[in-house]
């Protein structure tokens, strides 16, 4: 054998031993994406919603306890605490308890007395003020005075000594440069305290749905009511519901002082712990190259839920499908015989439903440099449907191909993708913050629901589940990770 000869057997000889081993390592991989079941997911995902951690109102001792158990889950995995040792990432979060579900009761101008029904008609303000107030009711639009707009909900009502109606939101709805200007008025906070400094003294917020993205004042009462009531309460007034919405959106600030004769009276029962704190839970796959484990992809999504206001809101879509997901691929790659290259950071992330405290307080301390950080994706409801939507995964298609091929070769779902597109309003998720923060950024959640959503409910159950796509959704993301994190080696 010459020299050229033996070298072209040595090229053989190597490239067959280069293809024997990739052929072990897809093998490997799809042994691992073989592990992930619908059978565990659920079973994380029960944990998570039963009664004992009361619904994971983030700052509650029963948030912090669930928070407890999935680091230990973290921590049987392989996973490495990622804070410095520890699991938990800490940050203040303010929260109160509601010890029942109160009651909302109002008198027609005929005095007929009506008691409204948990949880069509009411629901319980998770920061509301313990005790009752009863008054009469002064419709003031979204609750907004802006003289720098020409706009004022309170200008022609007097609401001292009243109980206000409110609806959520801005007039304002394009998704333009001009909508910056509303956004300040957008969040809760703003129209309770603008109520509370207009002098009323309690509020009934259109909208049922439980929400502790809200703020504790003493003595102020408030409860959210539904949009059927509402309507009612007008009709009494002589006010059609639907003309003044119109109204609204026109900018015609439609407030008025209901008919003195109608009276409500809001009552709750709960207690308020503004010292209270909250963690973002963080583990660590560390990068198997000496070099590519200081890059980082994120996981994430969260934690926490509405909490419990007289009856348990399980948060089984919201989050506790995302989280489940999200754990099954933290296991995955622990255990993973194909190492990823890339470190894959997993955040179960606190104060989301609170105000999105956990990931503003990521994206103000990250445990990785923000130019290291290859991209975050985001999970939130992938429990219900049959396929799949990556929100931005066309504006990072390098990215996004990972997650396509995967789909393609062994999944076989329908799957959509959007270009990220820049929102003038409040951030919405925890998929924000991150993209605020200078990271690529995508969101995952399920499509083509197959069960009806009730979002911040108590019927957000694990029976209103669809696993097979968990399943699939956390198998996705398995393949998805391990293909960037491995990619361009
Ligand atoms: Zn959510």
Redesign the pocket.
């Known amino acids: 054998m010459n020299l050229k000869k033996s070298l072209l057997f040595a090229f053989l000889f190597a490239g067959f031993g280069i293809l024997a081993a990739q052929e072990t390592d897809s093998a490997k991989i799809l042994k691992t994406f073989h592990s992930i079941s619908s059978h565990d997911l659920l079973k994380i995902t029960e944990k998570l919603s039963s009664e004992k951690y009361k619904g994971r109102l983030s700052g509650s001792p029963e948030y912090l306890s669930a928070a407890e158990w999935c680091a230990a889950q973290f921590e049987q995995w392989g996973l490495k605490p990622a804070n410095n040792g520890s699991w938990f990432q800490y940050f203040p979060n303010a929260y109160s308890e509601v010890y029942s579900k109160g009651s909302v009761k109002y008198t027609d101008p005929n005095g007929v007395e009506k008691e409204l029904a948990f949880p069509d008609e009411y629901m319980p303000g998770s920061n509301s003020a313990s005790g009752t107030v009863t008054g009469e009711m002064v419709f003031a639009g979204h609750g907004i005075t802006a003289p720098e707009l020409g706009y004022d909900d309170y200008l022609n009502v007097d609401v001292r000594g009243k109980i206000v109606i409110l609806e959520t939101g801005i007039p304002y709805t394009k998704n333009d440069s001009v909508q910056g200007k509303w956004t300040p008025y957008s969040y809760h906070r703003y129209k309770f305290k603008n109520a509370i400094d207009h002098g009323a003294i309690g509020l009934l917020y259109v909208g049922t749905i439980a929400n502790p993205n809200t703020s504790f004042t003493e003595g102020f009462v408030y409860a959210h009511i539904s949009e059927k009531v509402t309507e009612e309460l007008f009709a009494a007034s002589g006010k059609e519901y639907k003309k003044v919405k119109e109204q609204l959106a026109a900018f015609q600030m439609p407030s008025f002082v209901l008919n003195p004769k109608q009276k409500v009276s809001i009552s709750a029962e709960t207690k308020h712990f503004p010292d209270s704190k909250s963690c973002n839970v963080v583990g660590l796959v560390e990068g198997s190259d000496p070099v590519l484990k200081n890059e980082v992809i994120i996981v994430g999504g ?1 934690l926490d839920g509405q909490g419990y206001l007289g009856e348990l809101f399980p948060g089984a879509l ?2 506790a499908s995302g989280s489940a997901d999200i754990m099954a691929v933290a296991k995955a790659l622990a255990q993973s015989e194909v190492k990823p290259k890339r470190s894959i950071l997993f955040i179960l992330i606190g104060g ?1 439903e609170c105000g999105l405290y956990g990931s503003k307080y990521y994206a103000d301390h990250p445990l990785f440099p923000i130019e290291k950080t290859v991209f975050m994706i985001n999970l ?2 992938v429990g219900n449907g049959t396929g799949f939507f990556v929100s931005s995964g066309k504006t990072y298609p390098e990215i996004y191909r990972h997650f396509e091929k995967a789909n393609q070769n062994y999944l076989h779902r329908k799957m959509d993708a959007s270009e990220w597109r820049k929102s003038y309003g409040r951030p919405r998720s925890d998929a924000a913050n991150f993209e605020n923060a200078g990271i690529k950024t995508l969101s995952l959640w399920t499509s083509g629901g197959v069960f009806p959503v009730y979002y911040h409910h108590p019927k957000d159950k694990t029976d209103v589940l669809t696993p097979e796509i968990m399943e699939d959704a956390a198998k996705l993301l398995y393949l998805g990770i391990l293909g960037v994190a491995n990619d361009g080696i």
Do not use: L, T
């Open positions: 969260h919201d989050n989301e939130d409801m």
